[in-house]
């Protein structure tokens, strides 16, 4: 009994195998690289209980952090297509750890916030680099399956970094910083000793100009042209946005639901969900991905929107803490899908000229669902309650879900009329 169930967890496993062997050097990357994530998801924390700073002023210096992430992937995926991925990773990615080492030495003190700022700025101006390598890397046949085994290595290491930080920020506070920057620094060096540059060379481009992959043929031009020519990615990350905004309600909207119920015991039981999420990333990412595999992205990511529409919109029904943690497991489901079909359907439509940017794009959808999150979702509590919140985030996840359904028939139509093209014209 034990070995047949051992065979078969094995065998899930086993669908990782085959991927390009910078894909797991990378993925060990990430993995250490998140587990010394502590400096941001405390930052609030530390600007408010250690500064003392106010709500208004540490809010406003987040909003500041933010934009300057949009800015810095912007800037970086224009970089990473002109002066190769593993540079520019390197070279930024190292600036924002040495910044945090310097925190670290400042102790408390307001200069820290200005200061990663630019830690901030310098390390989005990675992430595109850091995208596009992957792209580079993989194929439309094994995109899902590496971009899965990538996001399991990097919530392996949340996962175990949240719990070290909390530990560090009540006791070495400085050690939130200087962990940050060791791990990074121990990452950064498996990708400068293991893992080559992929910047596409012109036989490269010229071999994808004449396979299959239409998405992914070279474009002339800049990043809009290229974008307005590719007419399904334009919409997709339009409707993907309203998923970002769904899922930022996990961090604003769902604590004050949680405090308004339970009072002083809401945050313990917030973290306590956040607990379930990371184990069900963990233990669930390579059997969905196994699960979905033969699906195509954009109907995996509608079906995120279903996990998203039935998780947080049975929140309406006030039954109890185990109602919470009931929705947490659903649209943690969700959540796993989405994040690594949205990455795998910009990859799969992105120019092989322009990867770099296009993997701006990604870090931009995310940005923008989340900036505008807590703003609008703060207005329309504020008007009619935290309680119906739930029943517009399930108007909104219908809206989104109809979206990809729409988007998936015109792709399917559009393929039919490209393979049969005499039909069409006789219609």
């Not at 540059?197 to 396979?211: F, W, Y």
């Not at 954009?298 to 079906?303: D, E, K, P, T």
């Amino acid at each position: 009994m034990s070995t047949k169930s051992s065979k078969g967890l094995w065998g899930i496993f086993t669908e990782y195998r085959g991927l390009p062997r910078e894909v797991y050097i990378l993925f060990f990357a990430r993995l250490i690289n998140s587990a010394g994530w502590f400096v941001f998801p405390f930052l609030t924390f530390y600007m408010t209980q250690k500064l003392g700073m106010d709500a208004d002023v540490s809010g406003l210096f987040l909003m500041i952090i933010a934009a300057l992430q949009g800015l810095g992937s912007v800037v970086g995926g224009k970089l990473a297509d002109h002066m190769g991925r593993k540079a520019i990773l390197l070279l930024f990615q190292t600036l924002s750890a040495l910044i945090f080492g310097v925190c670290g030495f400042l102790g408390e003190t307001i200069l820290v916030p200005y200061l990663l700022m630019g830690a901030s700025f310098c390390g989005s101006i990675a992430h595109p680099a850091n995208g596009a390598l992957v792209t580079d890397l993989t194929t439309p046949h094994n995109r899902q399956q590496a971009m899965s085994l990538l996001y399991l290595g990097m919530n392996i290491g949340v996962a175990a970094g949240h719990m070290a930080g909390g530990f560090l920020f009540e006791n070495f506070t400085r050690w939130l910083f200087w962990g940050d920057m060791i791990t990074s620094l121990i990452a950064l060096s498996l990708v400068l000793v293991f893992v080559k540059d992929t910047l596409p060379d012109q036989e490269e481009i010229e071999a994808i100009n004449e396979s299959d992959r239409e998405g992914e043929r070279s474009a002339r031009g800049g990043v809009i042209r290229a974008l307005l020519d590719r007419p399904f990615l334009l919409v997709f990350c339009s409707i993907a946005i309203i998923i970002t905004f769904i899922y930022r309600q996990v961090n604003y909207t769902i604590p004050q639901h949680l405090s308004a119920l339970f009072g002083t015991d809401g945050a313990p039981y917030f973290g306590t969900m956040m607990t379930l999420n990371a184990l069900v990333v963990v233990f669930c990412t390579t059997p969905l991905m196994v699960a979905t595999r033969r699906i195509r992205p954009v109907y995996n990511v509608m079906l995120a929107a279903v996990t998203y529409a039935v998780g947080f919109g049975m929140l309406f029904f006030e039954i109890g803490v185990w109602w919470f943690f009931a929705s947490a497991v659903i649209w943690t489901v969700g959540e796993i899908i989405s994040t690594v079909n949205i990455g795998v359907y910009v990859a799969n439509h992105s120019p092989v000229t322009h990867r770099g940017r296009f993997n701006s794009i990604y870090y931009l959808i995310q940005g923008a669902g989340g900036a505008v999150a807590p703003w609008l979702t703060g207005m329309f509590i504020a008007s009619h309650g935290v309680r119906w919140a739930w029943p517009m985030v399930f108007g909104l996840a219908l809206a989104a879900i109809a979206g990809f359904a729409i988007l998936g028939k015109w792709e399917s139509r559009s393929r039919r009329d490209q393979a049969h093209p005499a039909d069409t014209a006789a219609s």
